[in-house]
């Protein structure tokens, strides 16, 4: 299926790796003109060569911190044309409210949250002024799934998720579309982390990772691809009414929640 892409500018953070470099290979794959934004310059130029010799697309990459001061305008400064912009970089820590102290939580929240919703402002005006963009949100089902030993990463996901239905209730009378997207465990370098952390809490053990997802639908976690597929059909006409909500994949976790 075409998407209507091609040629698109589509700005991505946390663009190095995980589900950032699944969504630069994946609007790549679709035509589109691409500004990758991470840390790292090495992992960044080399997708950048990866995506142009595989697609023939255009890719342009910054390497920068995104919470130092000025990082936000040399962001707009690089890519303030974008079509899309996918706000997705920035991992929270995890622990319970003892365990991350406010340093971590600041830190945590100025990356992710702060980071996500001060480049929307920077970039919502230049959209609107040409006429229309769309802004996704890679937000996680920690903010539906209230975990107290994720309290930090809860609490600001359900404030991203706020934060993306307040907006998008209202930008379509600017011409743009504002949606988040909610995955669950999806199978990066980080989950692994995660899961292994997990194993050995509950089961003193890291080596017995295994265990704990055979406890998820399917047996596994999402892939990357089954993520990054969803946000570029979001980023599409295809969806072109869709805004002001909040798209969950996690293979029904939220939804399995019951009572007995």
Same mark, same amino acid.
């Given at each position: ?7 698109? $500018? ?41 995506? @142009?010799?595989? @697609?023939? =697309? @255009?890719?342009?990459? *910054?390497?920068?911190?995104? /919470? ?7 962001i707009v400064a690089f890519a303030g044309d974008a079509d =899309? ?18 340093? $971590? ?6 990356? !992710?949250?702060?980071?996500? +919703?001060?480049? /929307? ?55 743009? $579309? ?7 465990? =999806? ?5 692994? !982390?995660?899961? !292994?952390? @997990? ?8 080596? $017995? ?8 639908? *399917? ?9 990054a597929d969803l946000f570029v059909y979001l980023a599409s ?8 909500? +909040? ?6 976790? /939220?939804? !399995?929640?019951?009572?007995?």
């Amino acid at each position: 299926m075409d998407m209507k892409l091609a040629g698109r $500018r589509v700005l991505i953070t946390g663009a190095s790796q995980g589900i950032g470099e699944g969504l630069a290979r994946s609007f790549a794959a679709e035509g589109c003109r691409l500004a990758l934004t991470a840390r790292s310059a090495d992992r960044l130029g080399a997708l950048a060569a990866e995506l @142009h010799a595989a @697609h023939g =697309v @255009h890719v342009d990459v *910054l390497a920068l911190d995104m /919470t130092r001061p000025g990082a936000i305008e040399e962001i707009v400064a690089f890519a303030g044309d974008a079509d =899309v912009l996918v706000n997705n970089a920035g991992a929270i820590p995890g622990g319970t409210l003892w365990d991350v102290d406010e340093a $971590r939580w600041r830190q945590g929240w100025e990356l !992710k949250v702060f980071g996500y +919703i001060n480049l /929307t402002r920077a970039l919502y005006p230049l959209m609107k002024a040409r006429g229309g963009g769309v802004i996704l949100n890679n937000i996680g089902n920690g903010g539906q799934n209230f975990d107290f030993n994720y309290i930090a990463g809860s609490t600001g996901n359900a404030a991203l998720m706020a934060f993306t239905c307040a907006l998008g209730g209202r930008s379509l009378e600017d011409g743009i $579309r504002v949606v988040g997207v909610n995955p669950g465990p =999806v199978g990066t370098e980080r989950i692994v !982390k995660v899961m !292994k952390n @997990h194993a050995a809490r509950l089961l003193g053990d890291e080596a $017995r990772a295994d265990e704990l997802l055979a406890a998820y639908p *399917l047996g596994r976690t999402a892939t990357v691809e089954e993520v990054a597929d969803l946000f570029v059909y979001l980023a599409s006409p295809r969806s072109s009414y869709t805004s002001g909500t +909040i798209v969950t994949v996690d293979g029904g976790i /939220t939804s !399995k929640r019951s009572v007995a």
